[in-house]
């Protein structure tokens, strides 16, 4: 019988209780980017404060794994735990801040993660497409977002095959080194076919 995704979670939850590395790191790889975005946002906080905060959290996450019991839903723990963190934060900078409102204005459903941490995705890689040349772009939506192959975009824009190539690859450089922080996340979410 094939798991469900909490199930497998949970599974992996009890192989990190073990000791086992390699769960930890499917639970930091899988989330570490999204709630960085989601403390980034929360609290309007840099993004090495966010990833300084979510560190932590991720490092108490595997000292406490022996006493911590999580039978439900392991993103949902990660979140409040995120959450919770930066309100602490909040609190140490002495920041003049109602936390409820907060709390009540970010919280997220363990059902509409994907949803949050989607539309992130999509904002940060419009973000990173504005940053390549136009010519650069142009010819790699034309390959990525149209399906061209590069004869037919050099066909329409009048350039040489092999300069479409060299535009795709410094595209794909660009892109990559622009979202290396979230390459896990975007193959997770469907993203990564635009990025080979």
Wanted: aromatic letters at 14%; charged letters at 35%; hydrophobic letters at 35%.
């Amino acid at each position: 019988m094939e798991m469900n995704n909490q199930t497998k979670e949970l599974f992996l939850y009890d192989e990190m209780k073990r000791g086992k590395e390699y769960a930890f790191d499917f639970f930091f790889k899988y989330y570490y980017p999204g709630l960085c975005v989601y403390a980034k946002k929360m609290i309007s906080i840099s993004e090495q404060e966010a990833k300084d905060l979510v560190q932590d959290v991720f490092v108490k996450f595997w000292k406490d794994r022996e006493k911590t019991d999580i039978r439900f839903s392991i993103r949902s723990y990660l979140f409040i735990s995120v959450k919770n963190k930066c309100f602490d934060f909040l609190r140490k900078k002495n920041r003049n801040i109602k936390i409820q409102e907060i709390s009540n204005e970010h919280d997220i459903s363990d059902e509409s993660f994907e949803t949050y941490v989607l539309s992130e995705l999509e904002l940060l890689f419009t973000k990173s497409l504005e940053k390549l040349p136009e010519r650069c772009r142009e010819v790699f939506e034309l390959s990525r977002f149209h399906g061209l192959k590069n004869r037919e975009i050099s066909e329409k824009l009048n350039i040489s095959e092999k300069t479409v190539e060299n535009q795709v690859t410094k595209a794909l450089h660009i892109l990559k080194e622009e979202l290396k922080d979230y390459l896990p996340l975007l193959a997770l979410f469907d993203f990564f076919h635009f990025l080979r």
